[in-house]
Structures are given as structure tokens and as C-alpha cells.
């Protein structure tokens, strides 16, 4: 799957991810209204409402970009209507040969990893027909626990030709708090992603590994350095837009082939008509917005590439 991420990276010409991270005051009122009023104002209608404005970036978008990052905590607060939402979301943008990395942190030991990467990877064995679950092409997988909670994903991922990023340096302010501890004089970060190249070895493609690595945005200069420590690994940069990194900033997570890296940007698109530059679009045409912030991001991340 690294190898058909890559195809779509260079076919769209757009190392950038969409970040489906639908909240409900993110949502119009008008897919709102019509989702309550065939559901009610229930957990149904709330998952109507997070599908229909799911579908409606995604028909905005799909042809300028290689790739989305579905978050599943913004569907599971609705319980199983929510999971449903975030199902068919899955489905419909594969459905347009979009590669989808499903954003669940997950990070278990055992049998009970082995389960998530299953029912999110691969195929469950019910009796004597096996069926897909979330069915997503990549999961983000936190790596706390070790190898223990790793290697599940991986077996899978060896299987299903399926891929994983691995939190190494997360955008959030207080990531610091652990990930820049310093042990044997070097901060955990980097310790992790030697472990996340060493994995990525045991699992490459053509060029690349399917043990990719999620490296905030918002940290430029330590990028810089994990691009350095993991050559062969695909980075996942969340922190674009809403969270402050911009396209001067993420030159060095890139290699100088051009590739090596993804940026995701979520709310700096799914909700850009709440911001002044996209206003004129109004809340109606809210997926127009949306495509236009998408412009306006590959502009932004393949200027900075050119003059690197």
C-alpha cells in the first residue's frame, strides 16, 4: 500500500493528506436539519449528518489529493451509529482510489493488539469465511508498549501488503512531557524512531517502508533530524494550518527526491468556510471552501519544495 500511496502522491502532484475530523459545530446547519429531520435529534441522526458532510468534501476533493485521515474518536463518541458513519466514509473514499489512513492510535499487547490491527487491517475468520472490518489501507499505532504492541500490526500489515505510522513526535504542546526525555543523553523521540526504521526494514516497498512514522508539524527542527535517523520511512505531519506549521516548515521532513513525507491538515479544511479567507463561500457551499483550502495548501507545501 506505501507503493500506491506514492503513486497518488505523484499523480496528484500533492504530498497532502485530508483530515476527516468531523465535529458537529463543524457541520452546517443545513445537512444538520435534514439529517435530524429523517433521524431525529438522536446518535442516528448526529452519524447522518457526520456522513453526508464526510461525502460532501470528499466529492469537493478527491481529485486533487492522494489520500485521507479519517480521526474514528469523532464517529465513536456517537456509538454505533457513529462506527456505521465512519465505515461507509471509508468505504466511499476508497471508493474513489483514495488511499485512507485510519487515525486510531491504538496500542495494545498480545492478542488484544493482534484484534485491532485484525478488525482494522485485516480480515477476521468467522467460521469458514474470513471478512474485512474498517478495512482502512493505514492505521496510526502507538507505540507506548513497545514491540509487543507493534508486531501485531505489522504481521498484518505483511499479509494485507497494508501499512502503520507510528507516533514518534506528536504536534500537541505537551508532547514534550515523555517524547523529550532525554535517556542515555538523547531524547526518547529519537530512540523511538531508530526502533521505527529498525521495524521498517523487516517491511519495505519498492522505496519505502509500510512502517511509516507520525512526526508533528509544529517541531521543524527535531523533523530534521528524524528524517535523518528513519532514510526509508514515510513521515505523517499533522500540525499544518489550525495547528501552525505552514510549507516553509516542513521542507526537511521530506527527502530530495520529493518524497518521504505526507501533511495532514484537518479542520484548516473541512471547516475552512469558518475562516475569514473562505468566508464568501458561506456555510452552503462549504465543501467548495474546502477544495479551495486544498489549493491553496499544495500551493503553499510545492512552492516551499521548489525553493528549498
Not at 532525554?182 to 531508530?194: Q, S, T
Not at 468566508?279 to 467548495?288: H, I, M, Q, T
Request: hydrophobic share 40%; aromatic share 10%; net charge negative.
Amino acid at each position: 500500500m506505501i507503493n500506491k500511496l506514492i503513486s497518488n502522491i505523484r499523480k496528484t502532484n500533492a504530498p497532502i493528506v485530508v483530515g476527516l475530523d468531523p465535529m458537529l459545530n463543524y457541520i452546517p446547519e443545513h445537512i444538520q436539519k435534514k439529517a435530524f429531520a429523517e433521524f431525529g435529534e438522536t446518535l442516528e441522526g448526529a452519524a447522518e449528518a457526520i456522513w453526508q458532510y464526510n461525502k460532501g468534501i470528499v466529492d469537493a476533493t478527491f481529485d486533487l489529493i492522494p489520500a485521507v485521515n479519517p480521526q474514528i474518536a469523532m464517529s465513536e463518541q456517537f456509538g454505533i451509529p457513529g462506527l456505521i458513519a465512519y465505515k461507509k466514509t471509508v468505504e466511499y473514499c476508497k471508493s474513489k482510489d483514495l488511499v485512507v489512513i485510519g487515525d486510531i492510535k491504538r496500542g495494545d499487547i498480545g492478542s488484544t493488539s493482534a484484534a485491532y490491527a485484525v478488525g482494522h487491517l485485516g480480515q477476521v475468520q468467522v467460521g469458514s469465511k474470513k471478512y474485512a472490518g474498517f478495512d482502512e489501507d493505514f492505521a496510526t499505532v502507538n507505540p507506548y508498549l513497545g514491540s509487543d504492541g507493534v508486531k501485531p500490526f505489522m504481521d498484518v500489515c505483511k499479509e494485507e501488503k497494508k501499512g502503520i505510522f507510528v507516533l514518534v513526535k506528536t504536534s500537541n504542546p505537551s508532547s514534550g512531557e515523555f517524547q523529550d526525555r532525554v535517556i542515555d543523553g538523547r531524547p526518547l523521540y529519537e530512540l523511538v524512531g531508530e526502533k521505527v526504521a529498525q521495524w521498517g526494514d523487516e517491511l519495505m516497498g519498492d522505496g519505502y517502508s509500510y512502517v511509516g512514522a507520525v512526526v508533528g508539524a509544529t517541531y521543524p527542527e527535531m523533523g530534521k533530524v528524524l528524517r535523518k535517523i528513519m532514510p526509508k520511512t514515510f513521515i505523517l505531519v499533522p500540525g499544518y494550518g489550525a495547528q501552525g506549521g505552514k510549507g516553509a516548515d516542513l521542507v526537511h521532513f521530506f527527502n530530495e527526491d520529493g518524497l518521504g513525507a505526507i501533511v495532514n491538515s484537518s479542520r484548516g479544511i473541512i471547516a475552512a468556510y469558518k475562516q475569514e479567507k473562505y468566508k464568501e463561500f458561506g456555510a452552503e457551499n462549504y465543501a467548495d471552501a474546502s477544495r479551495a483550502a486544498v489549493k491553496d495548501m499544495i500551493a503553499d507545501i510545492s512552492g516551499a519544495l521548489e525553493n528549498r
